[in-house]
């Protein structure tokens, strides 16, 4: 069997770090979740986060690995419709009015499961996850090897950065907190360097032989 090559997985993983660098959906819950109920609960909902991280690898790596087995013609259209999804991603971070995702808030008291099945879905309905999962992931294969197990190893190096950085930011979630309201230019600032980053991708895709 042929796993992901160390290059591939040098490169998802630095791409999963910008994307996770970037305040979206993710880091805005887990820190407002922290800053209302205090670390003990970010914890919790970073263990939600994951499973649904956990989720999205696996139904990628059994629906990309099939795709790929039925259709030979599939990759050339995943990659087609991932440069396709990361221009209009682009478009809107950099569209004149374009909002940042970036947006704290006052969450209700939760516990228990409840705490943890509100993280799980806020995951889910996360579109950077569904980017990384659906668009790109496919992209640091190669077409030939072991599909699943390329899947497998990829998702776990960007669940890992993940949870790595997100973990940083709930131990840290008060310093981080002020660091980003006090800086509006920051707002500014990554919706441009999501705009380009998005466009690199994009580009990439379009234009990279497949493997």
């Not at 294969?141 to 899947?151: I, W």
Request: proline residues 6%; contains cysteine; glycine residues 10%.
């Amino acid at each position: 069997m042929t796993g992901a090559a160390p290059i591939h997985l040098l490169g998802f993983g630095l791409v999963s770090l910008a994307m996770v660098l970037t305040p979206g959906p993710n880091m805005i819950y887990l820190l407002s979740r922290t800053l209302c109920q205090g670390r003990r609960a970010g914890l919790v909902s970073l263990a939600g986060v994951a499973t649904g991280f956990v989720c999205y690898m696996l139904c990628a790596a059994l629906g990309i690995t099939a795709l790929l087995l039925v259709m030979p013609y599939a990759y050339d259209a995943l990659r087609a419709a991932g440069a396709a999804y990361l221009l209009l991603l682009a478009w809107q971070a950099v569209r004149p009015g374009g909002r940042s995702p970036f947006e704290l808030r006052a969450l209700p008291i939760a516990r228990g499961r409840r705490l943890y099945l509100s993280a799980l879905l806020t995951a889910l309905l996360n579109p950077k996850a569904a980017v990384l999962y659906l668009s790109l992931l496919p992209q640091f294969m190669t077409p030939h090897g072991d599909v699943f197990l390329q899947s497998i190893e990829l998702g776990t190096t960007q669940i890992l950065v993940s949870l790595t950085v997100n973990g940083l930011i709930v131990i840290a979630a008060g310093s981080v907190a002020v660091f980003l309201t006090r800086r509006p230019a920051w707002v500014l600032m990554q919706r441009w360097l999501m705009g380009v980053v998005l466009l690199g991708l994009a580009a990439r895709l379009a234009f990279d032989r497949p493997r």
